[in-house]
Each structure stands twice: as structure tokens, then as C-alpha cells.
């Protein structure tokens, strides 16, 4: 089986597409790697496995999530490993380059490796002096190598070429070494599409463009070229994670709210988010709500788009579980989750509450209508609907001139689109609609083909 497979458990966050690790030490205690502060998962698999987390190690300060190595610090007594240079202000083992942790069996080396951060370390796992594998959180990941431009644009080629000599130095590794990054597919942090997490020396020498780059200004450009937009939050959590995220003394979840209270609220300013699937929310929602479905992605639209200083006030529906609401915004550092609307949709129009509804199109009823395409510029570069404008989700910012009234909004497969299509009609667009599929399907159904580029 294999280490990996009789030691190492991977823990896959599918909406911000990054991995954690849990490494069972052989005596009842487990080193976790990356932990979220989301540790539901962690929980249960070390539950399951008889383990008490010793060791929570952090390869760097992370932009996209916060941290559960405080949390489990509190909880289960965990030591904390984290870089020197990143000058946490909460009680760690400050670890540099070279240093190595006994774990009681196997040890843990400490590699500097920066690029994606400053203080950016990766971890070789060592078995006596047999490498086990490397957790290389944003630095050689699987296909590419994690973003070096969210210390801003002006250090990012810097960065890059730190993230260069990183890379080489990991590949100076045996071939049979395990490489188990923290960033993958699906995660603003990275670049490459492609269902692998974990990988080893070999197989990314062998496959990953970055490591067969010629030399390191062909690899700046190409990690460079690679980059795309993300998240706003992403601007403040490092700093947060610095400091020490706040800890949870309960597991979170949402107060029960009556009309009356709602209304009051959103009289005063406090936002709606109507977590509904696309179908419930098109077929009836309250006027000025954002529709942000409850799915894997919720953290990153919620807080790509919602401030967080701003009182948040949920919609659910029949099924839907609060708690789950509150532990994606709580991962985030979304805290001000005043509550949910008690009995949804159903008490609001019991009150007499207005309803808006938003119309879900098929391919073939789009018509002449102008098309507004939300999703990345990749995604749009890659195939679009003919004509089609594109204004990426993140900033909505519509090209000069354009006119939202009358438009189809699109995206992949609805839940964007229908986030955007709801932050456009409380901005004042009329006569909006949501393509319910996406380009590809519209292909399929009117026998046209898409455009490419921008």
C-alpha cells in the first residue's frame, strides 16, 4: 500500500481547491499540514483513527484560507511549526532552513522555499535518511507552481524568480519522492486545471511545463503569463493568519430571525444572501438579495463580492444546514453571520413580503438578446457565445458603454451568472435573464460554433 496510502490521509477542500494533510506517527498522535480552520474533516479522520493532533505545521501564511494550527493548538495541544521569517505573534517552534523536528520515528526537515510568500517552507518527511515525500504547499504543485503576485503586482516577477530556484531545489529530490502540495486545481492560488493532488519528483519533472523550462527567464514569463484574477479576501488573511486567527469556542452556525427582524436589518444596511440553489432563487427571492448558492465555491463568491464589515442576513432552503453556511464563512474570516430568515421563502410571502423572480433560459431561447459572460478571462478566452461581453464576476465591471437592460447572463453552468445577474438588477438593470447551462451547451443545441480569445 504504501506510506501515503497506511499513513497519510488527504483532506481535499473541493471548493477552494486545496489539500490538507493528516500523518498518523505510529502512536496514537498525527502531524496535520495545512490545516483549515474548517477542521470538520480533520476532526473525523483523526476521530476515526484514534490520533490527537501533536504537530500543526504551516508551510506559509495563507491568503485563501485561515489557519487551523492555532485552533488546534488549543484544542489538542498541538505544537505549532511554522516559518521564522514569518514573525507570527502567537506561540510556534520558529523552524529555518535545515531545521528538522523529531516526530518520534520519522522527522520532519524544514526547506525555505520561496516564491508564492516570503516565508514560504516546504516540508521533506523523512523515514531515517529515506525521503518519504515533500508537502510543498504553494510552491511545486501538481502541473504548475502556485502564484507569486498576492504581495502585489510589483513584486510578483521577484517572486517568480525566487519561486524558480524553489522549484529546482525540490527537484533536486529522489524521483520516488512523494510531492503533496497544499494548492490545486480549482484553487485562485494556482494555475493548472487537472484532477491529480498529489504527484512525485519524477512525474512533475516529467510533465510539468515550469520544471522543463529551459531557463529561468522563459519560466518567469510562462509562470507570469499564467496568472489570473482573485479573490478580494485574499488582501487580509495573511496578515490575519500572521496574528493569529480568533478562536472558535463552538462551532458555528446561524441564529433563527423572524420577518420583522429581517426587514428592520436590511432597512439598516445589512446585506441578503440568498443561499438557495439558481432554480429556487429565479422562481421567487426577496428584492435586493445576492444569490450565492450553497455549493463547494460558496467561501470564495462570498468573499470575493460581500464585504466584511458589512452584518450578513441568509435565506436557506428546505434541507439546507445553517452550520454549513457559518463554517464556509467562518474559513474566510466572515464572522458578522447575523442569522437565517426562519421558515425561508415560505415566511416571507406568508408576511405579505415582495418577491422578484429572474428567468432561467434554455440555449435555443436566448435569441438576439445581448450576452454577458461572467466566468474567468481564460474560461472566456477559451469559447464563448458569439458577440458575447465579457465582465468577470469578481469586479462585474461592464466594458464602456454597455448597457446590462435586456441582457442573458452566462457563465458554466448557472450559479455564477445568477450571482451576477442579482448584484446587476439591485444595481438598477432591467429585464435580465440567466442562461441555465453554459457556452458549450448552447454549442450543442443551436449547431454554431464558439468564439475563441478576446
Given at each position: 500500500?504504501?506510506?501515503?496510502?497506511?499513513?497519510?490521509?488527504?483532506?481535499?477542500?473541493?471548493?477552494?481547491?486545496?489539500?490538507?494533510?493528516?500523518?498518523?506517527?505510529?502512536?496514537?498522535?498525527?502531524?496535520?499540514?495545512?490545516?483549515?480552520?474548517?477542521?470538520?474533516?480533520?476532526?473525523?479522520?483523526?476521530?476515526?483513527?484514534?490520533?490527537?493532533?501533536?504537530?500543526?505545521?504551516?508551510?506559509?501564511?495563507?491568503?485563501?484560507?485561515?489557519?487551523?494550527?492555532?485552533?488546534?493548538?488549543?484544542?489538542?495541544?498541538?505544537?505549532?511549526?511554522?516559518?521564522?521569517?514569518?514573525?507570527?505573534?502567537?506561540?510556534?517552534?520558529?523552524?529555518?532552513?535545515?531545521?528538522?523536528?523529531?516526530?518520534?520515528?520519522?522527522?520532519?526537515?524544514?526547506?525555505?522555499?520561496?516564491?508564492?510568500?516570503?516565508?514560504?517552507?516546504?516540508?521533506?518527511?523523512?523515514?531515517?535518511?529515506?525521503?518519504?515525500?515533500?508537502?510543498?504547499?504553494?510552491?511545486?504543485?501538481?502541473?504548475?507552481?502556485?502564484?507569486?503576485?498576492?504581495?502585489?503586482?510589483?513584486?510578483?516577477?521577484?517572486?517568480?524568480?525566487?519561486?524558480?530556484?524553489?522549484?529546482?531545489?525540490?527537484?533536486?529530490?529522489?524521483?520516488?519522492?512523494?510531492?503533496?502540495?497544499?494548492?490545486?486545481?480549482?484553487?485562485?492560488?494556482?494555475?493548472?486545471?487537472?484532477?491529480?493532488?498529489?504527484?512525485?519528483?519524477?512525474?512533475?519533472?516529467?510533465?510539468?511545463?515550469?520544471?522543463?523550462?529551459?531557463?529561468?527567464?522563459?519560466?518567469?514569463?510562462?509562470?507570469?503569463?499564467?496568472?489570473?484574477?482573485?479573490?478580494?479576501?485574499?488582501?487580509?488573511?495573511?496578515?490575519?493568519?500572521?496574528?493569529?486567527?480568533?478562536?472558535?469556542?463552538?462551532?458555528?452556525?446561524?441564529?433563527?430571525?423572524?420577518?420583522?427582524?429581517?426587514?428592520?436589518?436590511?432597512?439598516?444596511?445589512?446585506?441578503?444572501?440568498?443561499?438557495?440553489?439558481?432554480?429556487?432563487?429565479?422562481?421567487?427571492?426577496?428584492?435586493?438579495a445576492v444569490s450565492i448558492a450553497l455549493r463547494p465555491a460558496f467561501a470564495?463568491?462570498?468573499?470575493?463580492?460581500?464585504?466584511?464589515?458589512?452584518?450578513?442576513?441568509?435565506?436557506?432552503?428546505?434541507?439546507?444546514?445553517?452550520?454549513?453556511?457559518?463554517?464556509?464563512?467562518?474559513?474566510?474570516?466572515?464572522?458578522?453571520?447575523?442569522?437565517?430568515?426562519?421558515?425561508?421563502?415560505?415566511?416571507?410571502?406568508?408576511?405579505?413580503?415582495?418577491?422578484?423572480?429572474?428567468?432561467?433560459?434554455?440555449?435555443?431561447?436566448?435569441?438576439?438578446?445581448?450576452?454577458?459572460?461572467?466566468?474567468?478571462?481564460?474560461?472566456?478566452?477559451?469559447?464563448?457565445?458569439?458577440?458575447?461581453?465579457?465582465?468577470?464576476?469578481?469586479?462585474?465591471?461592464?466594458?464602456?458603454?454597455?448597457?446590462?437592460?435586456?441582457?442573458?447572463?452566462?457563465?458554466?453552468?448557472?450559479?455564477?451568472?445568477?450571482?451576477?445577474?442579482?448584484?446587476?438588477?439591485?444595481?438598477?438593470?432591467?429585464?435580465?435573464?440567466?442562461?441555465?447551462?453554459?457556452?458549450?451547451?448552447?454549442a450543442a443545441a443551436t449547431g454554431r460554433p464558439l468564439e475563441t480569445g478576446?
Amino acid at each position: 500500500m504504501g506510506f501515503a496510502g497506511e499513513h497519510l490521509t488527504t483532506l481535499v477542500d473541493e471548493g477552494l481547491g486545496n489539500c490538507s494533510y493528516l500523518v498518523d506517527l505510529g502512536d496514537g498522535r498525527a502531524l496535520a499540514v495545512d490545516a483549515s480552520r474548517d477542521v470538520r474533516a480533520l476532526r473525523e479522520t483523526a476521530a476515526k483513527r484514534g490520533l490527537t493532533v501533536a504537530y500543526a505545521a504551516d508551510t506559509h501564511l495563507h491568503a485563501d484560507f485561515l489557519s487551523g494550527a492555532v485552533q488546534l493548538a488549543r484544542d489538542d495541544g498541538a505544537a505549532v511549526l511554522a516559518s521564522a521569517v514569518g514573525h507570527r505573534d502567537f506561540p510556534h517552534t520558529r523552524l529555518w532552513d535545515g531545521d528538522e523536528v523529531d516526530l518520534g520515528g520519522l522527522t520532519l526537515r524544514a526547506l525555505a522555499t520561496p516564491g508564492h510568500t516570503d516565508e514560504h517552507l516546504s516540508y521533506l518527511l523523512l523515514d531515517g535518511d529515506r525521503e518519504l515525500g515533500v508537502f510543498t504547499g504553494g510552491s511545486l504543485i501538481v502541473g504548475s507552481a502556485a502564484r507569486t503576485d498576492l504581495l502585489g503586482p510589483d513584486r510578483a516577477e521577484e517572486l517568480a524568480r525566487y519561486q524558480y530556484r524553489s522549484l529546482r531545489r525540490l527537484a533536486m529530490l529522489p524521483g520516488d519522492t512523494a510531492v503533496w502540495p497544499t494548492h490545486g486545481a480549482g484553487s485562485f492560488c494556482s494555475a493548472p486545471a487537472g484532477e491529480l493532488r498529489t504527484s512525485t519528483i519524477a512525474a512533475q519533472k516529467a510533465a510539468n511545463r515550469l520544471l522543463g523550462t529551459p531557463d529561468e527567464e522563459t519560466f518567469v514569463r510562462l509562470l507570469l503569463d499564467s496568472l489570473g484574477s482573485y479573490p478580494a479576501y485574499f488582501g487580509r488573511l495573511a496578515e490575519e493568519n500572521r496574528r493569529g486567527p480568533a478562536l472558535l469556542t463552538d462551532d458555528p452556525g446561524l441564529a433563527p430571525l423572524g420577518v420583522a427582524p429581517v426587514r428592520h436589518l436590511l432597512a439598516q444596511g445589512a446585506r441578503l444572501v440568498d443561499v438557495r440553489p439558481i432554480t429556487e432563487f429565479a422562481a421567487g427571492h426577496i428584492p435586493g438579495a445576492v444569490s450565492i448558492a450553497l455549493r463547494p465555491a460558496f467561501a470564495t463568491w462570498l468573499g470575493w463580492l460581500l464585504p466584511p464589515q458589512v452584518p450578513l442576513v441568509f435565506v436557506l432552503g428546505p434541507g439546507q444546514d445553517g452550520s454549513e453556511v457559518a463554517w464556509q464563512a467562518a474559513k474566510i474570516s466572515y464572522s458578522w453571520l447575523v442569522g437565517q430568515l426562519t421558515g425561508g421563502m415560505d415566511a416571507w410571502l406568508a408576511d405579505g413580503g415582495p418577491v422578484q423572480t429572474l428567468p432561467l433560459l434554455t440555449p435555443d431561447e436566448i435569441g438576439d438578446r445581448p450576452v454577458i459572460d461572467v466566468r474567468q478571462e481564460s474560461e472566456y478566452a477559451a469559447g464563448h457565445i458569439p458577440g458575447a461581453v465579457h465582465a468577470e464576476l469578481g469586479t462585474l465591471a461592464l466594458p464602456s458603454g454597455t448597457v446590462a437592460d435586456g441582457a442573458v447572463v452566462t457563465c458554466g453552468h448557472g450559479e455564477r451568472a445568477t450571482t451576477a445577474a442579482s448584484l446587476l438588477i439591485s444595481a438598477g438593470a432591467r429585464d435580465l435573464a440567466v442562461l441555465a447551462s453554459g457556452p458549450d451547451e448552447w454549442a450543442a443545441a443551436t449547431g454554431r460554433p464558439l468564439e475563441t480569445g478576446q
